[in-house]
């Protein structure tokens, strides 16, 4: 989704703004701008649709653009098309003054209506141009002002930055519901929407909140509340690698993720084990709030709410309380039951989806103790949550979630393990067993990966299918959900996941001659099920692609045309070692189709608006 960079200080800004918005193109764009002040010409502006690169040729073209401070925005279209035109940043009619703007202004018909009738004219079909006109409209010499009072006149989400002719030493931030940090360096400040755009000149990070205005130039740094009251707040060191952004020989990025899997788990997995016990961080789940607890809420979206789906099976189980799923944007607009005894599970990797956090807000305001898995360390689901379990994947840049995915399933074994403990409904003999293995997962993990040879040819011989139907039962229908999503994601196919035992209720009419149908059949205990319906599937012309364990092996081979097989290991761990040929086949399937892996179309990484 949309990026934004800015930057103030000594050296040219718009080498500096192209570099953050080609880290920050991961997030999915359409279209790129930069805008500089040049100390001679004023304010200069480059944009355009498509690649970064582009941007960057035209820029190359005009012989650069020169200045010291400057914004640079990626545009991920909402209102209006990917076009040059409605690319950021948007300028006042005047010239005067620039803005880059992620978000949505859901008031902005009434604002255009209003300065269309005093004469202003638009050039875009943006939401965002009125900010840039209404604040030309206000502007009464003082910038910060004036952004104050647009601030109070428009409705929705924004992270925003702002530049204005005249004050070239600064820029004005701003954010509400859509994330923005500012980034700290000698003799220079940034903003952005993520830190990924800033690594690479600063780890002194601060995040704003809710309603906060930042006033930045080259040494000093202002932050105050909408009412410009000044704000003190902390710093943040961001201490993961730069290398932990780049593909490290890999061709894409999500390659690269899906084989770091078995060191992200352990990262995960590691420091919360000790002594033969789950220690979760410190938070504290006594067992007199466990018994109470009346039910689990799990609240996400995409991936995340597909770790959900796996939740469910496996903290009913062992847990023995009620745990609803639900999909963040649904829950936001039901009447859910949520009293004080609920506790609300939010996953989230990137810890900003827009929905999911206004869900984390609704479950707070009825009540609910919120605990948070998150990816993005003070993202502000994490910051917003009671508790926050972090995944220690790293950086995840490819749009397709891959590693944070398995460390989130990875997080929810460990809350599974803590919990069933202390509420005394786990044999302390299964506690053990499962959690010796999940120590030795990543041992396991790299079994699965050593398989990428034999997937990438079942890719080929399947990658010409035009629709594919995954089916599994409990754990397996969990993780074939997200097989299919991981392939409709990135190769565009057309495909399905579906509880085995639902076909026949109309699905299978869709079963002909030749239909790839993917069957997950690695949970021991419905395995025999689960069979039954591949061989209906298979008498009725499917091809079937079978995934079981080693053990089960011989059996699948039986029916299904190919097998791929995984480690046996507790039930409970299977969607971590499962997941793993489903994600190197969407991914070699993508690649045989020339498909963009890493930005695929109209997918966005991180989703800040409705
Ligand atoms: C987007 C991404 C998905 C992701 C979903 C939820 O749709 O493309 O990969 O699963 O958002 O994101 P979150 O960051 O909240 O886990």
Same mark, same amino acid.
């Not at 593909?247 to 894409?252: A, I, L």
């Not at 995944?391 to 979630?401: H, S």
């Given at each position: 989704m949309c990026g934004i960079v800015g930057f103030v200080g000594r050296e040219e800004a718009a080498p500096i703004l192209l570099d953050g918005l080609r880290r920050l193109e991961y997030r999915g764009y359409d279209s790129a701008g930069i805008a500089v002040f040049d100390p001679k010409d004023g304010l200069q502006m480059v944009k355009t649709k498509g690649r970064i690169q582009v941007l960057a040729d035209h820029i190359a073209e005009r012989g650069g653009l020169k200045g010291t401070i400057g914004l640079g925005h990626t545009r991920w279209a909402t209102h209006g098309v990917p076009s040059d035109v409605n690319a950021h940043p948007h300028m006042s009619e005047n010239g005067r003054i620039a803005v880059v703007h992620n978000g949505i202004i859901e008031n902005y018909v009434e604002i255009k209506e209003f300065l269309q009738s005093q004469g202003v004219h638009f050039t875009s079909e943006t939401d965002t141009e009125v900010v840039a006109q209404l604040l030309e409209y206000y502007y009464d010499g003082n910038i910060l002002d004036t952004v104050t009072k647009v601030l109070h006149q428009i409705r929705g989400s924004y992270g925003l930055g702002v530049l204005c002719a005249d004050c070239p030493d600064r820029l004005i931030a701003a954010r509400k519901d859509s994330p923005l940090i500012l980034g700290f360096g000698k003799g220079f400040h940034m903003i952005a929407s993520d830190v990924t755009a800033v690594i690479k000149y600063t780890r002194d990070v601060c995040y704003l909140d809710d309603g906060e205005i930042a006033e930045i130039t080259a040494d000093q740094c202002w932050i105050y509340d909408s009412y410009l009251r000044p704000v003190e707040k902390e710093h943040h060191h961001v201490d993961w690698e730069i290398s932990a952004a780049e593909? #490290? #020989?890999?061709?894409?990025f999500m390659l690269k993720e899906i084989m770091e899997q078995p060191k992200a788990i352990h990262a995960t997995i590691s420091p919360r084990i000790r002594d033969g016990q789950v220690v979760l961080d410190g938070l504290d789940y006594s067992e007199e709030y466990l018994w109470a607890m009346d039910k689990i809420y799990i609240i996400a979206c995409g991936s995340s709410y597909h770790v959900g789906m796996a939740a469910k099976y496996v903290l009913e189980k062992y847990l023995r309380k009620p745990v609803e799923v639900a999909l963040a944007s649904e829950f936001r607009y039901s009447e859910p039951i949520v009293t004080d005894r609920t506790l609300a599970l939010v996953i989230s990797q990137s810890g900003e989806t827009i929905d999911t956090l206004a869900a984390l807000r609704e479950a707070k305001r009825l009540g609910a103790r919120i605990l948070s898995i998150v990816n993005v360390m003070g993202s502000t689901i994490a910051r917003e949550s009671d508790d926050v379990l972090y =995944?220690? /994947? #790293?950086?995840?840049? /490819?749009? /397709? =979630?891959t590693k944070a995915y398995s460390t989130q399933l990875a997080v929810v074994d460990l809350i599974c393990l803590s919990f069933a403990r202390k509420l005394g409904t786990i044999s302390a003999e299964e506690h053990d067993t499962i959690l010796a293995q999940l120590q030795s997962l990543p041992e396991k993990l790299e079994e699965v990966l050593e398989q990428r040879e034999q997937i990438q040819y079942l890719a080929s011989i399947y990658f010409n299918h035009s629709s594919v139907f995954f089916i599994g039962r409990n754990l397996d229908y969990a993780v074939g959900m997200e097989g299919s999503l991981k392939l409709k994601e990135i190769s565009y196919l057309h495909s399905e996941a579906y509880a085995a035992g639902e076909l026949k209720h109309g699905t299978i009419s869709l079963i002909e001659q030749g239909t790839l149908v993917i069957a997950l059949a690695s949970y021991r205990p419905l395995f025999e099920k689960t069979m039954s319906n591949v061989v209906e599937v298979k008498s009725r012309g499917a091809k079937v692609l079978g995934l079981t364990t080693e053990p089960l092996r011989g059996e699948m081979e039986k029916v299904a045309d190919q097998t791929i097989t995984v480690p046996e290991v507790h039930p409970m761990l299977l969607p971590s070692l499962d997941v793993v040929p489903m994600q190197l086949f969407a991914y070699y399937v993508a690649l045989m189709h020339g498909c963009d892996i890493d930005k695929p179309r109209n997918l966005a990484k991180s989703v800040t608006v409705e």
């Open positions: 593909k #490290g #020989g890999y061709e894409h =995944t220690w /994947a #790293g950086p995840e840049i /490819a749009v /397709a =979630t």
